[in-house]
């Protein structure tokens, strides 16, 4: 009986991918009734998600449907199934490394028509995903005083959004901010640049979306600097107005 469980997730699985016999699916019906626990059609929604991702981008979908499909592929596979595959090679391992390679995909190949959308949809995304808030602490630099907000990355996707309250006005011509991550695999004189972004007069929240210039293995930090114009390759570092840090 202790096997049960694992006989669900291949018939589910193979269902999924290339259909049951007739005396599988009433095994299946048999498994799923003694097991309402289960949600039987949750592989069905992911191959489904994969397909539609997979398909040539003749019409972009309406922007809640592709949040939709982003949060649905990252809830679809149960905690321990992420568990099994990430355990020693066996029986019922590699099934679930494919359905989430698969779903990786799908996820990935959504974000470059996501970045299109406003920053709100697009943190809403990353949160539904499970990335979690980065609170920024304000330094002691007059363009920080009582700012705030977090930053939301998500290391999957390559993808975050930035929240700021009271954070200066900048005259653009004059100088705009710059956001860094720091990457604990890379030298930390160099942290990647997260683009330059100007704070509006009108005050209020304000979100930014992330444009990281590099692949971005294990973000530990994020900073926010004052730079000319345009931003710069190298920060000097004199002015750092916000810091977010893991740990």
């Not at 626990?37 to 949750?42: E, I, L, R």
């Not at 996501?114 to 330094?139: F, I, K, N, V």
């Amino acid at each position: 009986m202790s096997a049960t469980p694992e006989r669900i997730d291949e018939l589910l699985m193979q269902r999924a991918i290339e259909g049951l016999s007739a005396a599988e699916t009433v095994d299946l019906d048999r498994l799923l009734r003694h097991h309402p626990s289960f949600d039987g059609d949750a592989l069905e929604r992911a191959a489904a998600a994969v397909a539609v991702a997979m398909l040539p981008r003749v019409e972009a979908l309406p922007g809640d449907v592709r949040m939709r499909v982003l949060a649905e592929a990252a809830t679809v596979i149960p905690a321990r199934h992420v568990r099994a595959a990430a355990s020693p090679p066996g029986a019922q391992a590699w099934p679930w490394l494919v359905a989430a390679a698969a779903l990786a995909l799908a996820a990935i190949g959504w974000w470059p028509s996501a970045t299109d959308l406003p920053a709100s949809e697009q943190r809403a995304a990353l949160l539904a995903a499970g990335a979690a808030p980065l609170a920024w602490t304000a330094t002691a630099d007059p363009a920080a005083a009582g700012a705030g907000g977090d930053v939301v990355w998500d290391a999957r996707t390559q993808r975050g959004v930035m929240r700021f309250s009271a954070l200066a006005a900048n005259e653009p011509t004059r100088f705009q901010y710059q956001v860094w991550i720091f990457d604990a695999v890379r030298d930390e004189r160099y942290p990647v640049d997260g683009g330059v972004f100007d704070m509006p007069a009108s005050g209020g929240e304000v979100l930014i979306a992330i444009r990281a210039k590099l692949p971005v293995s294990n973000a530990v930090r994020f900073a926010v600097t004052v730079e000319v114009p345009g931003g710069v390759v190298v920060s000097s570092r004199e002015r750092i107005v916000l810091l977010a840090q893991l740990g």
